[in-house]
């Protein structure tokens, strides 16, 4: 059975503890960074960067949420894929706690424009994000196979280091003014974070989540390499557009960007064609927005590189990338991988299994991914209007579903918990 | 053809050894447009399905008893032909892997197969079949991450004696 079979398998397994940080912290930065939207409203409409409220809640999302998750996912799911362990897994506890407090520092001084804090909270950051970077290097330096995988990870971990050196420079900019186009700089710092680093993950191991959610039949990989390349073509030639600030540069980049989301999205949808599984539920709901919203923000971003209502279209682009397409696409994925994480650690001797089933509160996602949907219309409306108050009523939506998905993940561990920990049964006659 | 396009798997079987990393090792040194002959005293599936990751079409023709010749083109194709069909089998016809019945259940190989294809199969040949089926799955690893899935759908898995490298397990739907 199970239960004996799988005392071994554990073993070979990393310990819950250490996805399960991750994803964690991801869950109470998706609090934080709504809430802290909350207060930046105002300011939300018009924001082309500088330090602020606005600028640490979108860094909460893409750093406290989206490579939490990204790295949680990584060191769960690669050694399984991948056939090898992982080097250290006290590396990867390591790697954690560099980054989570070099995180909070960093998000401190930019709410607060301490420029000291954000060198040092960067710095530790970085650390933490670079020692990640070796560890996933270092378990698919050898791999042969799964082709269409490792080479957008490949693509992901080198945004990865260009996006630190260009964080670095954008940090050490702040006291030093040696730029001559900061805001360039910035751009290209968020475009190959979001595109690059975090959105390449979320690209590449839609390839092994998305047939493993949908019993799925494999799709032909090369298309999937094919937009691997092409992302990393429009990754290159943004960032030269951008440093740079060539204009022409910058369409390509845009035009290749939507071939390779083209060829992305027609994958997607032959894997979902082929699917066994017919009823998805609202995690899929989230996933199909987000593969709206990556092509959406594509095409807002071109209407901001054209110069077409740059105070408008700016922040709309950046909305749409961070809260639209990848806090969509990682809750949405949450949503499916926490119970089954849940569900494979709770196998213990003597314990069976409890169902992923059990660990889902369906109420609180209904109610997340309600509020997650009205909370975007919102905020863009809000943007789009240059409306402080509809931006402010959009984030306290957003912030209720955060609550929600927050519920859900307590009520999962609280469930996990009772179940690995059953209380002793009260002896008879007693 | 020189000899060293030819590779008899035969002797090395019979002394308990595992071919696959000479195999590999010898394929990696065939260029583009290559071939390379390989003889086993059966079909090797899972070594075909690694070769094709390498960039080999493979064929494999049935000469006698216990007698195989697996012929390998670098064609850049990957293609596996002749790979057994699931026909005469319940389930899926797509699944990518070989369903074979036997007095025991039905037999799944999954071996060589990149994640996460293996798990797919394994739960969409379970999900479409009824009754007290028991299937018997060939895996090349501990597929940690079918358990929780076999789980929701009220499947459970015993391990089963396999060949060195194989992990074998029986699955049977409601067994507690």
């Known amino acids: ?430 | 053809m020189s000899d060293n396009t030819l590779f008899d798997l035969r002797p090395l079987l019979t002394q308990g050894i595992d071919p696959l990393q000479t195999v590999v090792e010898r394929a990696r040194a065939v260029g583009a447009g290559g071939a390379l002959v390989l003889l086993a005293p059966f079909n090797p599936l899972p070594l075909r399905r690694v070769l094709a990751q390498m960039g080999f079409s493979s064929t494999a023709l049935r000469q006698g008893d216990g007698e195989w010749r697996i012929s390998l083109l670098r064609d850049g194709q990957g293609r596996v032909e002749g790979e057994p069909t699931t026909e005469d089998c319940p389930g899926p016809t797509d699944l990518g892997a070989p369903v074979q019945r036997q007095a025991d259940g039905l037999h799944i190989d999954v071996r060589g197969l990149e994640a996460p294809q293996p798990m797919v199969a394994i739960l969409r040949l379970c999900a479409s079949l009824s009754g007290d089926a028991a299937v018997i799955v060939h895996h090349d690893r501990d597929p940690v991450y079918l358990y929780p899935e076999l789980a929701e759908i009220g499947w459970t898995a015993d391990p089963l004696p396999g060949t060195p490298g194989e992990v074998r397990l029986l699955l049977r739907r409601g067994m507690t």
């Open chain 1, 1 to 430: 059975m199970f239960r004996d079979f799988l005392a071994g398998a554990t073993g070979r397994l990393l310990p819950a503890s250490v996805p399960f940080r991750f994803f964690g912290a991801a869950v109470i930065f998706h609090l934080l960074g709504w809430a802290t939207l909350v207060f930046a409203a105002d300011d939300l409409p018009g924001f082309l960067g500088g330090p602020g409220l606005v600028l640490a809640a979108l860094h909460m999302m893409t750093l406290g949420v989206a490579a939490m998750t990204a790295m949680g996912a990584a060191f769960q799911l690669l050694p399984v894929a991948t056939k090898r362990p992982l080097r250290s897994v006290g590396a990867c506890k390591l790697a954690f706690w560099l980054f989570l407090p070099g995180l909070l520092l960093l998000l401190w001084g930019m709410a607060e424009d301490h420029t000291s804090a954000m060198d040092a909270g960067g710095s530790l950051a970085v650390s933490g994000l670079l020692l990640f970077a070796l560890l996933v290097a270092d378990n698919l330096r050898q791999v042969k196979d799964m082709r269409v995988v490792t080479e957008h990870v490949w693509v992901a971990l080198a945004s990865l280091v260009l996006l630190v050196v260009l964080g670095l420079v954008l940090v050490a900019d702040f006291s030093l003014g040696f730029l001559e186009d900061h805001q360039g700089v910035a751009l290209a710092h968020a475009v190959i974070a979001a595109y690059g680093f975090m959105g390449m993950m979320a690209l590449g191991f839609s390839y092994i989540l998305v047939p493993m959610f949908t019993l799925a039949p494999q799709p032909d990989g090369r298309l999937g390499r094919r937009s691997a390349w092409l992302a990393a073509a429009a990754l290159l030639l943004s960032l030269a557009g951008l440093v740079h600030g060539i204009a022409p540069l910058l369409w390509l980049a845009g035009l290749a960007g939507l071939g390779a989301v083209g060829l992305h999205l027609w994958t997607m949808a032959r894997i979902m064609k082929g699917r066994m599984k017919k009823a998805l539920g609202d995690s899929f709901r989230l996933i199909r927005l987000a593969w709206v919203m990556l092509p959406l923000s594509l095409i807002v971003g071109l209407a901001a590189a054209s110069g077409l209502a740059v105070d408008r279209s700016g922040p709309l682009f950046g909305f749409l990338l961070v809260f639209g397409w990848l806090l969509s696409m990682l809750t949405g994925v949450l949503q499916r991988i926490l119970p089954f994480l849940g569900s494979m650690v709770s196998v213990r001797p003597g314990i069976k299994p409890v169902l992923m089933s059990k660990l889902i509160a369906p109420g609180a996602l209904r109610a997340h991914m309600v509020c997650h949907f009205a909370a975007l219309a919102l905020v863009a409306t809000g943007i789009v209007g240059a409306q402080g108050l509809v931006v402010r009523l959009g984030a306290v939506v957003g912030l209720a579903g955060a609550l929600a998905f927050a519920g859900f993940a307590a009520n999962l561990w609280y469930k996990l918990s009772r179940h690995m920990n059953p209380r002793p049964q009260p002896a008879e006659n007693t």
